[in-house]
């Protein structure tokens, strides 16, 4: 027998001893929760100093719409300015659908760590 996935919506937040931030989602993300989980993540990214990385796990994530990934983008912009580096954790095969389709799957998981020299850019001109 299976058991449904389970859509209400709720986030749990922890840190670990290096500063780093990792907030599980629950239920679905979508129009009526994503700015529960956008305001949770800037409350994070606004400490002082920055975690260096925000942990989003996402494996007991049920959905994920057109909102959802919109907050999700927005966090990631968020997450850039402060040298935080965003990770999505355990992303179910719905959510890497979701990413895959709208093509934004690497914007989620092509980032240097902050610790990192982003790689480098060909002058123009060069291949």
Excluded at 4 to 33: E, N, R
Excluded at 88 to 107: F, S, Y
Aim: charged content about 25%; some cysteine; glycine content about 6%.
């Amino acid at each position: 027998m299976h058991s449904l996935p389970d859509h209400t919506f709720s986030l749990a937040t922890s840190t670990d001893s290096a500063g780093d931030v990792s907030i599980s989602i629950t239920g679905d993300l979508d129009y009526d929760t994503s700015d529960e989980l956008l305001a949770t993540a800037e409350r994070q990214l606004e400490r002082r100093p920055a975690p260096r990385h925000l942990r989003l796990d996402c494996a007991r994530l049920a959905g994920c719409d057109s909102a959802g990934l919109s907050i999700l983008l927005m966090i990631r912009r968020r997450a850039d300015v402060t040298g935080t580096r965003l990770h999505l954790d355990n992303r179910p095969a719905a959510l890497e659908r979701v990413l895959g389709i709208t093509g934004t799957l690497a914007h989620f998981t092509d980032a240097p760590a902050p610790d990192q020299p982003a790689p480098e850019q060909p002058a123009p001109g060069q291949p």
